[in-house]
């Protein structure tokens, strides 16, 4: 009997402690109460799944209308075959640019761009050069009244022998803006041959971290970035063999006013094809 009441009572203790716990209100989860807070130390849970995630940047003639104040800047866009040819014929074969208030006009050279660039309504334009030379060449200018024609470039280093070819991104150089003299509208293109260009001064041992972070981009093995690295030893200077300069883009950069008397501001810029 006295059994029997010992387990009625432990069978009356345990449907009352259900029954608090059912009553018991429910609350919201608070961030930092630590009271909510499980920590998993279980290491198969605990992998970085995305060690080998890079940011890429995407090529600059992805862009529709490039803003002024960026322009100058960004990367060679990568040859492919999206990209569109265009040759505009306005005084013979070349590049037309009908920017609102003013009309740019290279000759001899064809383009292409990876997405359609509203003129009529942008500061700027962004192409890569197909065919043609930018050397020796001219800008023409009508619609406006020129103020003033200004030409910058960037140049890169790259490292060509019987491994292949390396681009060294950690030498690139821009240069400074020089001022374009030219009349009636007329504008040659000058200071583009490699003897002229300027580029960023090195040390052997600049050249050789530079060498090493490119093959390392390239996910290299340890044996071939050796060999790189073995390549340019005894390299003294970026325009020492088997390092080579190179013109990466030009950019232009045209003010005055136009037909209404109305300031204007206008970027160009042209990408040398892909290596």
């Known amino acids: 009997m006295f059994n029997r009441i010992i387990q009625i009572s432990c069978i009356a203790v345990l449907l009352s402690a259900c029954g608090n716990e059912q009553e018991k209100p429910k609350r919201p989860i608070v961030l930092g109460d630590s009271s909510a807070i499980v920590t998993e130390t279980d290491p198969q849970y605990l992998t970085d799944f995305f060690s080998d995630l890079q940011l890429q940047q995407l090529p600059e003639d992805t862009v529709t209308s490039v803003p002024l ?10 040859d492919s075959a999206e990209g569109t040819a265009r040759t505009v014929a306005v005084d013979g074969k070349g590049l037309s640019m009908p920017f609102d208030g003013v009309t740019i006009f290279i000759p001899g050279i064809e383009v292409k761009t990876y997405s359609e660039q509203n003129l009529e309504k942008s500061h700027g334009a962004s192409y890569q050069l197909v065919t043609g030379d930018l050397k020796g060449n ?134 040398m094809p892909a290596l």
Do not use: C
């Open 69 to 78: 104040d960026t322009i100058e800047t960004g990367t060679v866009a990568a």
């Open 138 to 271: 001219q800008i023409r200018i009508s619609g406006g009244t020129v103020e003033k024609v200004s030409q910058r470039y960037i140049t890169n280093v790259m490292v060509k022998n019987d491994l292949g070819v390396l681009i060294l991104d950690a030498l690139d150089n821009t240069s400074s803006w020089a001022s374009v003299k030219g009349q009636h509208g007329v504008y040659p293109i000058k200071g583009l041959e490699e003897s002229e260009l300027d580029y960023k001064k090195a040390t052997p041992a600049q050249i050789r971290a530079a060498v090493s972070r490119a093959a390392r981009n390239k996910r290299m093995s340890r044996k071939d970035l050796r060999k790189w690295e073995a390549s340019v030893r005894n390299v003294k200077s970026v325009k020492q063999k088997p390092l080579i300069l190179v013109l990466r883009s030009v950019m232009w950069k045209i003010d005055g006013k136009d037909a209404k008397g109305k300031n204007f501001s206008k970027q160009i810029r042209i990408d």
